[in-house]
């Protein structure tokens, strides 16, 4: 069983940056590819990016490439979401998510573990 809880969101100006950070619980956190996921009012879940086990490998959404980057620190059992060159596009409730399986995956029903999410709002 794997918990993670976000923290880091609030209301930042088109242009700023924000942190995300989620800490999991759970002895096996360095196994698990970590997603992070957003949801904006009336639309569904969407994929933001993806951080394999090791760190090393990351993929990411089109809408975000360039501008967000997903780091992790296993020591820490945290994963980190740092979005620069926000948008009022991106506002939205942010979740980071486990997947015990070692895929890099966008799909959110791959992932078996949520946290609760964490509100960003971006003002234009």
């Known amino acids: 069983q794997v918990q993670l809880v976000e923290s880091g969101g609030g209301l930042v100006q088109a242009g700023g940056s924000l942190r995300l950070s989620c800490a999991a619980s759970g002895r096996t956190f360095s196994s698990y590819t970590m997603g992070w996921f957003r949801r904006a009012p009336g639309n569904e879940r969407e994929f933001v990016g993806a951080?394999?086990?090791?760190?090393?490998?990351?993929h990411y959404a089109d809408s975000v490439k360039g501008r967000f980057t997903i780091s992790r620190d296993n020591a820490k059992n945290t994963v980190y979401l740092q979005m620069n060159s926000l948008k009022p596009e991106d506002t939205a409730v942010y979740y980071c998510a486990a997947d015990r399986s070692g895929r890099l995956t966008v799909r959110p029903i791959l992932y078996e573990y949520w946290g609760q999410g964490t509100q960003v709002t971006v003002s234009s």
């Open positions: 951080i394999a086990w090791s760190g090393v490998t990351t």
